[in-house]
Structure formats: structure tokens, C-alpha cells
């Protein structure tokens, strides 16, 4: 049984690029759920998508879009890169979209803006 | 507002000894407690969750945690020490009265455990 995998493992961009990372659930699992991990911090939650539509949406500027494909995959979408958008991006998929249910994380992306 | 603090930065202990690492929260309502570890360039792994009901919650790897509505706290603990439990721990809440799945993360606990 897979668990969630997310693509690239790691990437680098300049100031202003555009970038998009991808995220398949754990098999079963319809609720993508995505956060941004800086150095020496906690995750933070950007947003989360449920039946193809956005949710719920953290403190996350309008740079930041994502979307949820049929079969439950996701992608998050950051316009207009600033160097302190460096950062481990984590997706986690859950069951349902209430928050009782336990997220699963993937390994991250990587992200290095120079 | 909601918030989680893990009030160390680093905890220390040797193998064998029993460990445990600190989570307070603040929220208005009823608390969901996560805790999850982290292990270097990797993703977060699921320990235990308190949704509801005893509030000793056992969990992976011998992990079990205590829920203290009283004291606002969720402490991580576990009777016997490996030198594999190092790793970046992290506690998490989430408001019962709110939809959707955000969860509020604590700045993480550097477990050292040494043999």
C-alpha cells in the first residue's frame, strides 16, 4: 500500500519564477492537506482540498493556488517567487475533511529560492 | 487564537531511561492532539492522536501521551529509551468546533537520546 508520495524531492528557482509541486494521497485517502515547513519551524498549514475544490485556507498569500484532481491528486502552485519561500513543502492526505481523522505525510518537497 | 507551545528546544536523556517531551495548548473549545516525529530530510510520521474518551492515549512505537484538560497539556512520554527515538518531535492541535483539517503546529523537541 503506497503512502503519499509528492514530487520533485527537491528543487531550485530564482526570484519571480513560478513553480508547482505535485502530491498523490495515500491509496483510499480523498482530503490533500498542504503545508510549508521553514527551517527550525513547525509546519504551517496553506490550504486544504476536498472533492476537487478548496476548503480550507491558512494566513497564505493569493501567490500560493492549488488544485485537486479526480483521482484525489493535488498540486500547489507558488507565482512569484521570494527567497523566504525556501522551504520543505509537506502534503498529508486524510480520510474525510472533518480533522478527526489522522493525516499522512509524504517525504516534502524542497524547495531552495535564490 | 489557537496556539501550541513545546516550551524545550532539546531533550536529553540515555537510553533506557524513561523520556518525555512537553505540549501545552491553548484553544477555545475542545482540543484534537496530534503528535507526529520527524526524522532528518524526511516527512512527518503519525505517533498518537487524543480525539476523545481515556485520556491516556497509547500509540506507535511505545509512545503513549496524556491528555490534562486542567493544565491545557498533552505530554509525550514513553518507560524505556532507544537510541532510534532521536528525532524532531512535534505537537499538534486542532479546534474541535472548526472545520476542515489545519492542524496548528508546535516549533518542535530535539529528542537526543544517547547510549
Known amino acids: 500500500d503506497a503512502g503519499v508520495t509528492q514530487s520533485p524531492t527537491h528543487l531550485i528557482k530564482t526570484r519571480g519564477q513560478q513553480v508547482t509541486l505535485r502530491c498523490s494521497p495515500k491509496s483510499g485517502h480523498d482530503t490533500v492537506s498542504w503545508y510549508q515547513q521553514a527551517l527550525g519551524q513547525g509546519p504551517q498549514f496553506i490550504f486544504q482540498y476536498y472533492e476537487e475544490e478548496e476548503r480550507q485556507r491558512g494566513n497564505f498569500p493569493d501567490r500560493f493556488s492549488g488544485h485537486q484532481f479526480p483521482n484525489y491528486s493535488s498540486e500547489l502552485n507558488v507565482n512569484a517567487l521570494l527567497l523566504g519561500d525556501s522551504a520543505l513543502y509537506l502534503c498529508?492526505?486524510?480520510?474525510?475533511?472533518?480533522?478527526?481523522?489522522?493525516?499522512?505525510f509524504g517525504p516534502g518537497t524542497r524547495l531552495l529560492v535564490l | 487564537a489557537q496556539s501550541v507551545a513545546q516550551p524545550e528546544d532539546q531533550v536529553n536523556v540515555a537510553e533506557g531511561n524513561p523520556l518525555t517531551v512537553k505540549c501545552t495548548y491553548s484553544v477555545s473549545g475542545n482540543p484534537y492532539l496530534f503528535w507526529y516525529v520527524q526524522y532528518p530530510n524526511r516527512g512527518l510520521q503519525f505517533l498518537l492522536k487524543y480525539i476523545t474518551g481515556d485520556n491516556l492515549v497509547k500509540g506507535s512505537y511505545g509512545f503513549e501521551a496524556e491528555f490534562n484538560k486542567s493544565q491545557t497539556s498533552f505530554h509525550l512520554k514513553k518507560p524505556s529509551a532507544l537510541v532510534s527515538d532521536s528525532a524532531l518531535y512535534f505537537c499538534a492541535l486542532k479546534a474541535a468546533n472548526q472545520a476542515g483539517t489545519a492542524l496548528i503546529f508546535g516549533k518542535g523537541t530535539t529528542l537526543s537520546v544517547s547510549s
Open positions: 498529508a492526505s486524510s480520510l474525510g475533511g472533518r480533522g478527526t481523522e489522522t493525516q499522512y
